[in-house]
């Protein structure tokens, strides 16, 4: 909303000549500096100071409009680096001159009207509800119950039902239950007689046909009961469960991608033991003895290349494979044409690269240039070039091209 307002009213005209706003500071919210007041009678533009007070010509009336016309500068900025302004808000709102206790709220629960509830579809069916709570409960926001306004029954088929549930203009659904006298699935809840991080040992309750934890559900997580495997279930939406035949008999549950954690540690904290026993029991030549000559080694022209190729194509796909071949290829123009100046024309695509973040810094209104692809592209094409101009001995395919030589 660019032009947010609050429509306030009151018993009996009263007259008004000061206002304060105050904002939690840990709200994600800018903090409103400028504010029009709206009446029956006119409208007036005030500056608020930074507490957030003011003080204007009294208003003598019974209800008020407050536009928002100016707020502090903000911006809320996403695990991507995008940065986007933050709304204004309002925690508190005080005006002089009017009594700080508001009228009581009835506590006594009535139904209202139908359609007041959430819109409940059981296969393509929709069903209309209506909410049953006193005013005190719903100016508090609290959970209330809802009804179906035609006050019968729902016959779920056997087999899968999809049944979904839309808000309306009063209430948006925090959850659905399904009760019902022949309802048989009965989730009660699972006692574990042993509870671990990684495994649990649960004791189901007798005559129940699932378990459900209080934790997310996880595909890692795996249950069986006695020799026979369970199957696993979501419980409410996001609970981990699994189906079972009834019995009381234990069920043990384990998060199987654990057992090839615990072995792949205990590997590396083998090959590290091996590792510094080949250190520590290496031969130890004596002071003084002639040690061999080291030489020089080099990486193969085209062995380099080719890495350069893999590793384009690791980093970005096929686009990244085609923008190392493609910045061979430019590295091997720059030397056959532009020769030393080659080095300067592939830092020229760095550049261009690091220009994007200078346009688009983390946490820039308009965007991260993180998010961009182009820039990355552009120092792989760079980095591959750079192979090729580096590479001494040139490769064959570039040091004998017709018509003049580039070695020095």
Known sequence: DFEPQLSLNWLGKRKIDRVSITVDPNAPARRPTAVTLIWPGGERDVELDERGRARFRSIRTDQLRVRITGGSDAVSIDPAGIGSPLPVGISEIRFDGLPLAPRALSKRERALPCGSGPTVTVNQEARRTQIIA???????????????????????????????????????????????????????????????????????????????????????????????????????????????????????????????????????????????????????????????????????????????????????????????????????????????????????????GALGYFIRPWGSSSGWAGAWAWPHYLVLVALSAALVVAAEPRPRFLSRMKGSSIKR
């Not at 350069?308 to 910045?327: E, H």
């Open 134 to 352: 006193s005013a005190a409960d719903l100016y508090a926001m609290k959970p209330t119950e809802v009804t179906w306004c035609d006050g019968s029954d729902i016959d779920l088929p056997a087999g899968e039902s999809a049944v979904t549930a839309d808000r309306s203009d009063f209430a948006i659904p925090e959850r659905l239950d399904l009760l019902g006298s022949s309802f048989s699935h009965e989730v009660l809840p699972a006692r574990t007689t042993d509870e671990g991080p990684v495994s649990r040992t649960i004791q189901p309750s007798v005559g129940s046909t699932y378990l459900a934890l209080q934790h997310n559900a996880n595909p890692g997580w795996v249950a069986t009961q006695g020799d026979e495997q369970l199957e696993p279930v979501t419980i409410d939406g996001w609970r981990q469960g699994w189906r079972t035949d009834g019995s009381t008999d234990p069920v043990s549950a384990r998060f199987a991608p654990d057992r090839p954690y615990q072995w792949g540690l205990g590997v590396g904290l083998l090959l590290l033991v091996v590792l510094a026993g080949c250190a520590l029991l290496s031969p130890r030549r004596w002071p003084g003895e002639a040690l061999p000559a080291l030489q020089a080694r080099r990486i193969p022209d085209t062995l380099l290349l080719l890495t350069g190729v893999a590793l384009g194509g690791l980093f970005g796909g096929w686009l990244g494979l085609l923008a190392a071949v493609g910045g061979m290829a430019l590295g091997g123009a720059t030397l056959r044409w532009l020769r030393d100046g080659g080095e300067w024309l592939v830092a020229s695509l760095v550049f261009v």
